[in-house]
């Protein structure tokens, strides 16, 4: 199985994933990347985004809102600050992290507004991904 890593994905209240993959995508801070067998050792930050596994049974999605990835050569980790199957986003969900990102964006330092902005982007795209009304 050298064409495989073991991928391992929590978030502060679970443990949403612990399996074999051929491949993770990974929404990072500074681009999306895609992981695989023998990556090198790497930490990046991640972006609000879909983080999709592959394996042995198939493809997984999952919705992520930030944190980090620590990849090597036979694993991958992701430690997420919010973290949801696909299949367990509601426009719900997603109306509550628009609109707590919207706080902070209204809250934030004027040399901070990239980053809220860009953030409550992200949170837009994740919701028209998902056929939700984006504007929550």
Do not use: C, N, W, Y
Request: net charge negative; aromatic share 4%; charged share 20%.
């Amino acid at each position: 199985m050298a064409d495989t890593v073991q991928f391992d994905l929590v978030s502060p209240e679970r443990k949403l994933a612990s399996m074999v993959a051929s491949e993770v995508q990974i929404p990072g801070a500074d681009g999306d990347l895609t992981a695989m067998a023998g990556h090198e050792p790497t930490i990046l930050s991640l972006r609000p985004g879909f983080l999709t596994v592959k394996g042995t049974a198939g493809e997984e999605q999952f919705v992520v809102t930030g944190g980090f990835a620590e990849l090597s050569a036979d694993t991958i980790s992701v430690l997420a600050e919010i973290a949801l199957p696909r299949a367990e986003v509601t426009p719900e969900i997603l109306a509550d992290l628009v609109a707590t990102a919207t706080q902070a964006h209204e809250e934030a330092e004027v040399d901070a507004h990239h980053e809220t902005q860009k953030l409550l982007a992200d949170l837009v795209h994740i919701a028209e991904h998902l056929g939700f009304d984006a504007h929550l």
